[in-house]
Nanobody, 122 residues
Framework: QVQLVESGGGLVHPGGSLKLSCLASGFTFSDWAMSWARQAPGQGLEWVSGITYGGSITAYADFVKNRFTVSRDNAKNTLYLEMNSLKDEDTAVYFC???????????????RGQGTQVTVSS
């Protein structure tokens, strides 16, 4: 079955950096666009970034543009999110997700991981 397992979250000071990873299994990873989404306390799930199946095209929500970078290694079945210049408002649980329509900008998902907590605090 499809499994998505995130790692790399943690506590970081404002202005700091983290790199999240998502190991995928149970499907042909290289055939699918992938997304990162996040959910802050008391808030709904929001799309953060997406990448096409080959990795040549990426997209970002305005609130992370020029700070976050999405990438993938299809040989390792792994999706990444490099986060720089982190702000307090980036505090959330971050999820790796597979778009149900295989579109890198989609906000509907048929599978997502358990999430990894990112806390930005001084």
């Amino acid at each position: 079955q499809v499994q998505l397992v995130e790692s790399g979250g943690g506590l970081v000071h404002p202005g700091g950096s983290l790199k999240l990873s998502c190991l995928a299994s149970g499907f042909t990873f290289s055939d699918w666009a992938m997304s990162w989404a996040r959910q802050a306390p008391g808030q709904g799930l929001e799309w953060v970034s997406g990448i096409t199946y080959g990795g040549s095209i990426t997209a970002y929500a305005d609130f992370v543009k020029n700070r976050f970078t999405v990438s993938r290694d299809n040989a390792k079945n792994t999706l990444y999110l490099e986060m720089n210049s982190l702000k307090d408002e980036d505090t959330a649980v971050y999820f790796c997700a597979r778009p149900s329509d295989n579109w890198y900008r989609s906000t509907t998902y048929d599978h997502r991981g358990q999430g990894t907590q990112v806390t930005v605090s001084s």
